[in-house]
């Protein structure tokens, strides 16, 4: 299949649950936090609901009768039942493969996540993609999603305008993350959150599959 010509010069993919399958480990991590801090467990569609913000937007949603005196303690305990299968989290199926046809392509890429300058490292470096990612913006380097700080910061870098940058994520924050930047959007639906609800903030598209990614991003992108 013939690609178009190139649309977008920035592309800015979420990490979690879009290119790493990662949304089971971090809602079960969420929901033994909440066990053993002694709170309500929350359940599936609220805990993957917090997917990509900031952790005090997370434990306000997840836990919202938590002292803010505890928030460092969820955090910490989030963070061990994480750790537990932070090693073996894959990359979906196919992305490295889309990542290296589109950094051949001449797109620069990017990511805007949710984790912690030394959690999306730690993920580049066991996976090897690092070199495909000509800038990164992480949570703890400025204001969280859906505050478009992420989105303002990757723009500058890559000295790249607002019209030639499309963000790509799985979740409704990824969404009005790119709203509030005045960027294009992408959805993905095979991560965090579900399709009606990306829907409702009306992106470009809404791809099923990593290949359905691809071939999106080779015709339109």
Known sequence: MAESPRRYELLVFDWDGTLA???ALIAGAIQQACRDMGLAVPDDTT???VIGLGHRDSIQYV?????????????????????????????????????AQLAARGHTLAV????????????????????????T??????????????LYALMEQAAVAPE????????????QLARNAGVDAL???????????LAELSPLATVQSVPE?????SRHA
């Open 47 to 49: 805990a993957r609901h």
């Open 137 to 150: 913006r992480c949570a703890d380097e400025g204001f969280p999603k859906p505050h478009p700080d992420m």
């Open 213 to 217: 990614l691809r071939a999106w991003l």
């Open 187 to 197: 959805a993905v639906a095979y991560g965090a959150h579900s399709t009606a609800g």
């Open 164 to 175: 030639q940058t499309l963000m790509i994520g799985d979740t409704t924050h990824d969404l």
């Open 63 to 99: 836990a919202p009768s938590l002292a803010p005196r505890k928030h460092a303690q969820f955090t910490e305990r989030f963070g061990v039942h994480y750790m537990v299968g932070d090693a073996a989290i894959p990359l979906f199926e196919g992305v490295p493969d889309m990542l």
């Open 21 to 23: 399958d990662s949304t």
């Open 112 to 135: 805007a996540t949710g984790k912690s300058r030394r959690g999306l490292d730690r993920a580049l470096a066991q996976h090897r993609i690092a070199h495909h990612f000509g800038v």
